[in-house]
């Protein structure tokens, strides 16, 4: 099982300059955040990071697929992602980790655990609309796209058939000024 730990980068042995590191993330990786929504997971995790003498520079990018069920028919499908995120570390008197962008570590510490904005950029990177691509292109058979097909209203066709005539005459008055 991925543990968060595997996630913390030794930054105090590093000469400054460019550093990469490289991960690949799975399911397990999710499960420790106790985070269900994804079937399956294969996610390729590049780090930079850049030691400056005052602060660090990290950057994730991300690319890969996750299997998620689709909203409408609740078959499984692999949904590409690629997710990208900033993040600068600075060095202060306390922990403070309420900036997205920035994150404050105390003078001593000698490294810097990543997995929670990973999770999150990660978590974010997948469409808030889950829809198959089946359902988009027309390929996917589904009992359930055939039932709502059948229970989709009928409403544009009952308005071209059939018309009150009383409410004919109103149509009349109306104008464009």
Known sequence: MMKKQ???IPFAGLKPGKHEFGFN????FF?????????????????????LPTMLEIEMAATGTVNID??????????????????VVKFGE???????????IPHGEHQVNIAQYVYEMLVLAVPLKRVHPGVLDGSLQSDVL????????????RNTEETDPRWDALKDLKTDK
């Open 6 to 8: 595997e996630f913390t």
């Open 25 to 28: 993330i799975d399911n397990t």
């Open 31 to 51: 499960e420790a955040f106790e985070y269900a929504e994804f079937n399956d997971a294969s996610i390729d995790l590049t780090v930079l990071l850049d030691r």
């Open 70 to 87: 689709c909203d409408l028919t609740s078959e499984p499908f692999d949904q590409e992602i690629e997710a990208f995120l900033k993040l």
């Open 94 to 104: 306390f922990y403070n980790d309420e900036d997205d962008e920035i994150l404050i």
């Open 146 to 157: 055939e039932k709502l097909e059948e229970l989709r209203p009928q409403t544009a066709k």
